[in-house]
C-alpha cells in the first residue's frame, strides 16, 4: 500500500455510500494512490439489484488494486424487522400506542420527520465501527461529499472531503465512474438518486419509474404497504406516503399511462 508523507500515524477508513460521490471518492483514492486502510459499506438491504452488482465491481476492483475487500455492516434483523417487528420499550411510547390501537411493536414506514430506517441501517453502524477504529487506531474518515454539497460537511479535525478539496460536483462525480467502466447498470440513467427502491420519500418521477423498470421490486413494495396498512392502520405509521397508498399509486400510474395512450 502506498502511504503519503505525514500519514504513516493514521489509520485510513473510507465510507462508501455506493452511490456516484462515494464511489468516485474511492476510485480517485485508488487512483492517486491515496492510502486506504479499511472502505465501510452499510448494507440495507433494501438496495436495487444494480447497486448490488456495482457494490460487487468495485469490491473486486479493491481487491485487485490494494489487496482488501470492502467491510460490510448490517443490521442483526434488518429492514422488515425494525418495520413490523421490533419491540418498543420507552413506558410514553407505550401508553400512547394502547391509547391509539397501534400493536407495541414495529416503527412502520419512515418518513422525512423520522427517518429510523438511515438512523438504525447506515448511521449508527458507520459511526459506530468509525469510533472504534478512531480510538483502537488513529483513523482519518474519508466521506465522499461532492463540492456542491459542502454544506453537509462536519467540523471534525478526523473528517476528510477530497471531493470538496478537488472542487468535484455531483455532476463530475457520476462521470468519474463512468468514465472507469462503474455505470450502475443504467440506474442513474432512470433515476435521480440510486437509493433504497422502498423509501417513502421517492419522488413521484421515481416510484412511477420502479414500478415500470423493477415490477419485481414494485410487487414487494405493494405487499409492504398491505401488511403496514394492515398492522398499523391509515396513520401516519400504516401510510407509504400522504394521502397514498402503494397501490391507489399504482391505480393513479395506471391511469395516467392509458390517458397518455389516448
Known amino acids: 500500500m502506498t502511504k503519503t508523507s505525514g500519514n504513516e500515524n493514521f489509520y485510513h477508513a473510507v465510507s462508501l455510500s455506493g452511490g456516484k460521490d462515494s464511489s468516485a471518492l474511492l476510485l480517485l483514492m485508488m487512483e492517486k494512490e491515496m492510502p486506504i486502510d479499511c472502505v465501510l459499506y452499510a448494507d ?23 489487496g482488501i475487500h470492502i467491510i460490510t455492516l448490517r443490521h442483526p434483523h434488518g429492514f422488515e424487522w425494525l418495520m413490523f417487528d421490533q419491540p418498543k420499550q420507552r413506558p410514553d411510547c407505550l401508553e400512547r400506542r394502547a391509547r391509539m390501537g397501534i400493536p407495541p411493536q414495529g416503527n412502520g414506514w419512515p418518513g422525512a420527520k423520522l427517518r429510523w430506517c438511515t438512523g438504525e441501517l447506515k448511521t449508527r453502524l458507520i459511526r459506530k465501527e468509525v469510533n472504534r477504529l478512531k480510538r483502537e487506531k488513529n483513523a482519518l474518515h474519508y466521506i465522499g461529499i461532492a463540492a456542491d454539497e459542502t454544506q453537509r460537511c462536519k467540523d471534525d479535525t478526523s ?9 468535484i460536483t455531483e455532476t463530475q462525480a457520476l462521470q468519474v465512474c463512468y468514465n472507469r467502466g462503474f455505470d450502475f447498470g443504467g440506474l442513474y440513467e432512470i433515476y435521480h438518486r440510486a437509493s433504497c427502491w422502498c423509501c417513502p420519500l421517492n ?14 421490486l414494485w410487487a414487494r413494495l405493494r405487499d409492504m404497504d398491505n401488511r403496514a396498512r394492515a398492522i398499523f392502520g391509515p396513520g401516519p405509521l400504516g ?12 391505480e393513479r400510474f395506471a391511469r395516467e399511462e392509458k390517458k397518455g395512450k389516448t
Open 159 to 167: 473528517h476528510r472531503y477530497p471531493l470538496v478539496e478537488w472542487g
Open 44 to 66: 440495507t438491504g433494501m438496495e436495487f439489484p444494480e447497486m448490488e452488482a456495482h457494490i460487487a465491481k468495485l469490491d473486486d476492483l479493491l481487491y485487485r488494486e490494494r
Open 203 to 216: 419522488s413521484m418521477d421515481n416510484l412511477r419509474k420502479i414500478r415500470i423498470h423493477h415490477p419485481e
Open 239 to 250: 401510510q407509504f406516503k400522504k394521502d397514498w397508498s402503494v397501490e391507489r399509486l399504482e
